[in-house]
Antibody, heavy 118, light 110 residues
Framework: EVQFLESGGGLVQPGGSLRLSCEASRFTISRYAMTWVRQVPGKGLEWVSGISTSESSTNYAESVKGRFTISRDNSKNMVYLQMNSLRAEDTAVYYC???????????WGQGTLVTVSS | QSALTQPRSVSGSPGQSVTISCTGTSSDVGNLNYVSWYQQHPGKAPKVMIYDVTKRPSGVPDRFSGSKSGNTASLTISGLQAEDEGDYYCCSYVGSYTSVFGGGTKLTVL
């Protein structure tokens, strides 16, 4: 069974940093563009960032641009999200997901909760 | 990257049909045929129900169908069942490894 396991979430103070990791099992991420999507508890889904297969191209939501950095290590089958200058409004469950060839998400992890609070 | 517009809630009785709309712009929904729909139950990860505007992944009942006209995509659920209750999100791929989601619609089966 394909699995994505996000980790690295937790409680951090405003202005702090966290690095999220996403490990894929029974799925080779090198063939797929990858994304991070977040969801404030009780609210909707928000696309956060995407990265091409070779890491040559990345993109970010305006709300995180300049603060978050997506990266990947295909040799380790891992995707990362470095989050700096965190704000209260970044509090959410963060999911990583591959882009299917049809540019949709058919695999999701269970997410990792990031709480930004003093 | 403004969120796509969905109704906050819809409802229907078992056996009825409901349609959830998803309105974007000529830069997203109206530009590419990469609209997908996700169902989410409380505490669970989203599940894709429709992709490429009209296609159903294997295992998704044919009661779920998708369409698009101009800048508005729609998800129709016919023959409503209790297990269809949940939150539904549309999503449009806009290019350059970027997507935009709708605000979500809560479906209540009466």
């Amino acid at each position: 069974e394909v699995q994505f396991l996000e980790s690295g979430g937790g409680l951090v103070q405003p202005g702090g940093s966290l690095r999220l990791s996403c490990e894929a099992s029974r799925f080779t991420i090198s063939r797929y563009a990858m994304t991070w999507v977040r969801q404030v508890p009780g609210k909707g889904l928000e696309w956060v960032s995407g990265i091409s297969t070779s890491e040559s191209s990345t993109n970010y939501a305006e709300s995180v641009k300049g603060r978050f950095t997506i990266s990947r290590d295909n040799s380790k089958n891992m995707v990362y999200l470095q989050m700096n200058s965190l704000r209260a409004e970044d509090t959410a469950v963060y999911y990583c997901a591959p882009y299917n060839s049809g540019w949709y998400f058919d695999f999701w992890g269970q997410g990792t909760l990031v709480t930004v609070s003093s | 990257q403004s969120a796509l517009t969905q109704p906050r809630s819809v409802s229907g009785s078992p056996g009825q049909s409901v349609t959830i709309s998803c309105t974007g712009t000529s830069s997203d929904v109206g530009n590419l045929n990469y609209v997908s729909w996700y169902q989410q139950h409380p505490g669970k990860a989203p599940k894709v129900m429709i992709y490429d505007v009209t296609k159903r992944p294997s295992g998704v009942p044919d009661r779920f169908s998708g369409s698009k006209s101009g800048n508005t995509a729609s998800l129709t659920i016919s023959g409503l069942q209790a297990e269809d209750e949940g939150d539904y999100y549309c999503c449009s791929y806009v290019g350059s490894y970027t997507s935009v989601f709708g605000g979500g619609t809560k479906l209540t089966v009466l």
